[in-house]
C-alpha cells in the first residue's frame, strides 16, 4: 500500500544516455512534483504538474521532461545526461486546492552519471 | 525574491532540548511545514502551522510568528534517532513550497 513509489531506486549511467525516472501515486492526489537534491542536500523544485497546468522551475534544462499519462503518474524523462546530473531525485504528490499542501515524497532515485 | 533561511547544522546531546530556528521571506503564506529526512530516505511530515502559535504534537512542537516571518521547530527529549536534516517549507501565494536548505541535526551520546 505504498503511496508514492519511484523506479528505480538507483540508476548509474554514462554521460550523454537518455534515461527515464517512473513515479506513481495511489493517494488520489491531483498534484504531482519532480525534486532534485543534490550533494548538499538542498531541495530543489523542478516541475510541479496537475492536469491543469505544468509549472517549471526557469533554471530546469530543457533536457528534462515531465510526462504524465494519467492524474497517478508523473515521469522524468532525462535526454543527453551530464555530470552535474548526478543527485537524488524525488517525486512528491499532494492535494493543492485547499490551503493545506502537505506533500508526500517517493523514496527517491540516486542517478549517478559516469 | 523568496527566501527561507535555517542554520546549516546543529549538534544537541540526549536527553537534552533543541531548537531549530527558520526564517523566511516569501510572495504570500499558505502556512509553513517542517519535514525530517534522515540519510538517504525522502522527508516525512513532522509538522504545520498557518496561524501564530504553539503546536505541539508528543516530543516535537512548532512554533510561527507571521509578522516575524518566523517559525521554530522544538525537539524535546532527544533521542539519537532524531539525528536527521530538518527542511523547513513555507507554501506561497502560489501555494508552492519554498524549501529552506535543511538544518543537519547531530545528536550526541
Known amino acids: 500500500d505504498t503511496a508514492v513509489s519511484q523506479t528505480p531506486k538507483y540508476l548509474v549511467t554514462q554521460m550523454g544516455n537518455d534515461k527515464s525516472i517512473k513515479c506513481e501515486q495511489n493517494l488520489g492526489h491531483d498534484t504531482m512534483y519532480w525534486y532534485k537534491q543534490d550533494s548538499k542536500k538542498f531541495l530543489k523544485i523542478m516541475f510541479s504538474y496537475n492536469n491543469k497546468e505544468l509549472i517549471i522551475n526557469e533554471t530546469v534544462p530543457n533536457r528534462f521532461s515531465p510526462k504524465s499519462p494519467d492524474k497517478a503518474h508523473l515521469n522524468l524523462h532525462i535526454n543527453s545526461l551530464e555530470l552535474g546530473d548526478s543527485a537524488v531525485y524525488f517525486c512528491a504528490s499532494s492535494i493543492v486546492d485547499e490551503v493545506y499542501n502537505e506533500q508526500f515524497f517517493g523514496p527517491g532515485t540516486r542517478l549517478t552519471v559516469l | 525574491g523568496q527566501n527561507i533561511d535555517q542554520p546549516t547544522e546543529m549538534t544537541a546531546t540526549e536527553g537534552a532540548i533543541v531548537q531549530i530556528n527558520c526564517t523566511y521571506q516569501t510572495s504570500g503564506f499558505n502556512g509553513l511545514f517542517w519535514y525530517q529526512q534522515h540519510a538517504g530516505e525522502a522527508p516525512t511530515f513532522l509538522s504545520y502551522n498557518v496561524l501564530d502559535g504553539l503546536e505541539e504534537k508528543g516530543r516535537f512542537s512548532s512554533f510561527l510568528s507571521r509578522s516575524k516571518g518566523y517559525s521554530y521547530l522544538l525537539l524535546k527529549e532527544l533521542q539519537m534517532k532524531d539525528s536527521a536534516s530538518y527542511l523547513c517549507?513555507?507554501?506561497?501565494?502560489?501555494?508552492?513550497?519554498?524549501w529552506g536548505a535543511g538544518t543537519k541535526l547531530i545528536i550526541k551520546p
Open positions: 517549507a513555507v507554501g506561497d501565494s502560489n501555494y508552492q513550497l519554498i
